[in-house]
């Protein structure tokens, strides 16, 4: 089973498989050591970053991520005032807090290389990790893999179901079609099923502690969007939009006659306001929800608030079932597909996520099994072939709008798919599949590499 506590991570930006991955993969690594008794011995670490890491490494904080990881940092922890000074140490007086207790001598020319020439073997998100000592001989070396959605492995693992937790669970189910027939036989909701599943796992007040905690943190991360000003990090000097949106919609609202009705697409104006401010807050590097990715991250943060506050009725009970819905939607493309840009492109992240934002709706607002299934497939289908192309390696053209088109449409999908019966052609393990087929199909340079379609088109890059 793939749990809430899986998809829905609390991290910084700007990139889950490029950021929180090898942050997560550099501080294993380092357990390793100390659990082995090496961690004294080391005199030197090197990491090499391969595939896509390496290609877009520099404009996903890769190397930073890595540089925290091995400093014992992790994303849903870490403090900006204390990376900010490991990083100063480490890249500007070539000091390394190597587990945190350890201090060894670290320089980023020679210790940290993008080794854009070697492709890796096994998964385009490859990160080499070698401890030595002082006569040179290798203490440690690992090899993990960053598989998207911050999930990490060993890479002689990748190709396995990453699975975190091993207990049995009373409903498993590997397919859409499996879903619906266990809420068909035990009457059940989707959301109920997934809950009934993480309960098997971990007591009720941890499992709703985890989800009011996601949800604190994306509402959060609107409300620190919405009033940041200024450029985002970068060569682009990409300008931060949200506030200046943010101002004018409210001054829009502000002129309206009360006897006058709201214009139809306001709430919708607002939801790409929501989607883009935490885009931007992810592209600064700040604190987000990989959901089920960090490229991914307004989307549903986007949706969520828009039933919050725009839908007649909403509840915190509404809210949590929105969650687990979409972690089963999420489940699915992650088994069955993948959530990773360098794997299938930005159909597997925006896609995906546009897909659980529909199912979670739908759940919220107190939709059958079946249109909580057809929400999920209207999401996904519409993404299909979307590429992975972010301009000058960074998380942010297209990306930041992407995730606004993406609520969008998951807000769309939802409705077509609570104005039906659940009766449809296409099934979303059919759409999931294609996804799959697609992704498989498209070539390297539309996958996270920077190497194709917009990412080539920008004249500055």
Same mark, same amino acid.
């Given at each position: 089973?793939?749990?809430?506590?899986?998809?829905?991570?609390?991290?910084?930006?700007?990139?889950?498989?490029?950021?929180?991955?090898?942050?997560?993969?550099?501080?294993?690594?380092?357990?390793?050591?100390?659990?082995?008794?090496?961690?004294?011995?080391?005199?030197?670490?090197?990491?090499?970053?391969?595939?896509?890491?390496?290609?877009?490494?520099?404009?996903?904080?890769?190397?930073?991520?890595?540089?925290?990881?091995?400093?014992?940092?992790?994303?849903?922890?870490?403090?900006?005032?204390?990376?900010?000074?490991?990083?100063?140490?480490?890249?500007?007086?070539?000091?390394?807090?190597?587990?945190?207790?350890?201090?060894?001598?670290?320089?980023?020319?020679?210790?940290?290389?993008?080794?854009?020439?070697?492709?890796?073997?096994?998964?385009?998100?490859?990160?080499?990790?070698?401890?030595?000592?002082?006569?040179?001989?290798?203490?440690?070396?690992?090899?993990?893999?960053?598989?998207?959605?911050?999930?990490?492995? /060993? *890479? =002689? $693992? +990748?190709? !396995?179901?990453?699975? #975190?937790? &091993? @207990?049995?669970?009373?409903?498993?189910?590997?397919? %859409?079609?499996?879903?619906?027939?266990?809420?068909?036989?035990?009457?059940?909701?989707?959301?109920?099923?997934?809950?009934?599943?993480?309960?098997?796992?971990? /007591? *009720? =007040? $941890? +499992?709703? !502690?985890?989800?009011? #905690?996601? &949800? @604190?943190?994306?509402?959060?991360?609107?409300?620190? %969007?919405?009033?940041?000003?200024?450029?985002?990090?970068?060569?682009?000097?990409?300008?931060?939009?949200?506030?200046?949106?943010?101002?004018?919609?409210?001054?829009?609202?502000?002129?309206?006659?009360?006897?006058?009705? #709201?214009?139809?697409?306001?709430?919708?104006?607002?939801?790409?306001?929501?989607?883009?401010?935490?885009?931007?807050?992810?592209?600064?590097?700040?604190?987000?929800?990989?959901?089920?990715?960090?490229?991914?991250?307004?989307?549903?943060?986007?949706?969520?608030?828009?039933?919050?506050?725009?839908?007649?009725?909403?509840?915190?009970?509404?809210?949590?079932?929105?969650?687990?819905?979409?972690?089963?939607?999420?489940?699915?493309?992650?088994?069955?597909?993948?959530?990773?840009?360098?794997?299938?492109?930005?159909?597997?992240?925006?896609?995906?996520?546009?897909?659980?934002?529909?199912?979670?709706?739908?759940?919220?607002?107190?939709?059958?099994?079946?249109?909580?299934?057809?929400?999920?497939?209207?999401?996904?289908?519409?993404?299909?072939?979307?590429?992975?192309?972010?301009?000058?390696?960074?998380?942010?053209?297209?990306?930041?709008?992407?995730?606004?088109?993406?609520?969008?449409?998951?807000?769309?999908?939802?409705?077509?798919?609570?104005?039906?019966?659940?009766?449809?052609?296409?099934?979303?393990?059919?759409?999931?599949?294609?996804?799959?087929?697609?992704?498989?199909?498209?070539?390297?340079?539309?996958?996270?590499?920077?190497?194709?379609?917009?990412?080539?088109?920008?004249?500055?890059?």
């Amino acid at each position: 089973m793939i749990s809430v506590f899986d998809l829905f991570k609390i991290g910084i930006g700007p990139s889950s498989s490029h950021t929180v991955g090898p942050m997560r993969a550099a501080a294993a690594f380092v357990l390793t050591l100390e659990e082995a008794g090496l961690l004294g011995a080391v005199t030197r670490v090197e990491a090499v970053l391969l595939g896509s890491l390496a290609w877009t490494g520099e404009g996903h904080a890769t190397g930073p991520a890595t540089i925290l990881g091995l400093c014992a940092e992790a994303p849903d922890t870490v403090q900006p005032e204390v990376a900010a000074q490991l990083l100063h140490e480490a890249l500007g007086e070539h000091r390394l807090h190597l587990g945190g207790t350890r201090v060894i001598r670290f320089d980023p020319a020679t210790d940290l290389r993008h080794d854009r020439d070697t492709p890796p073997p096994k998964h385009p998100n490859t990160l080499v990790l070698r401890a030595t000592d002082a006569a040179g001989a290798t203490l440690l070396e690992q090899r993990w893999c960053s598989v998207g959605g911050g999930f990490v492995q /060993p *890479e =002689a $693992e +990748v190709g !396995a179901t990453p699975i #975190a937790d &091993t @207990a049995p669970v009373p409903y498993p189910f590997t397919s %859409g079609e499996e879903l619906l027939a266990i809420g068909a036989r035990t009457g059940l909701t989707v959301a109920a099923i997934i809950r009934r599943n993480e309960l098997a796992l971990r /007591p *009720e =007040a $941890e +499992v709703s !502690a985890h989800l009011r #905690a996601v &949800t @604190a943190v994306m509402m959060n991360c609107i409300e620190r %969007g919405v009033r940041a000003e200024g450029h985002l990090p970068g060569r682009l000097r990409v300008r931060r939009r949200a506030a200046a949106l943010r101002a004018r919609l409210d001054a829009a609202a502000g002129r309206n006659d009360p006897a006058l009705p #709201a214009p139809p697409h306001a709430a919708m104006d607002r939801v790409s306001l929501y989607a883009i401010a935490v885009n931007e807050e992810n592209a600064a590097g700040g604190r987000v929800v990989t959901a089920p990715t960090n490229g991914a991250a307004g989307v549903i943060p986007a949706v969520l608030r828009y039933y919050r506050d725009h839908c007649p009725g909403a509840t915190p009970q509404g809210m949590e079932d929105f969650l687990l819905a979409a972690t089963a939607i999420g489940t699915l493309c992650k088994l069955n597909a993948s959530i990773s840009g360098a794997e299938v492109g930005c159909q597997g992240e925006v896609g995906s996520a546009c897909a659980m934002a529909a199912a979670g709706l739908a759940a919220a607002l107190g939709g059958t099994n079946a249109q909580v299934e057809n929400a999920a497939e209207i999401g996904m289908e519409h993404h299909l072939g979307m590429t992975c192309d972010p301009v000058g390696g960074l998380v942010q053209i297209p990306c930041i709008e992407r995730n606004a088109f993406g609520a969008q449409k998951a807000i769309t999908a939802a409705s077509l798919a609570l104005h039906g019966d659940g009766a449809h052609h296409v099934s979303l393990d059919q759409v999931i599949n294609t996804m799959r087929r697609t992704g498989a199909d498209m070539h390297s340079k539309y996958k996270e590499t920077s190497q194709g379609g917009l990412a080539v088109s920008f004249p500055e890059c």
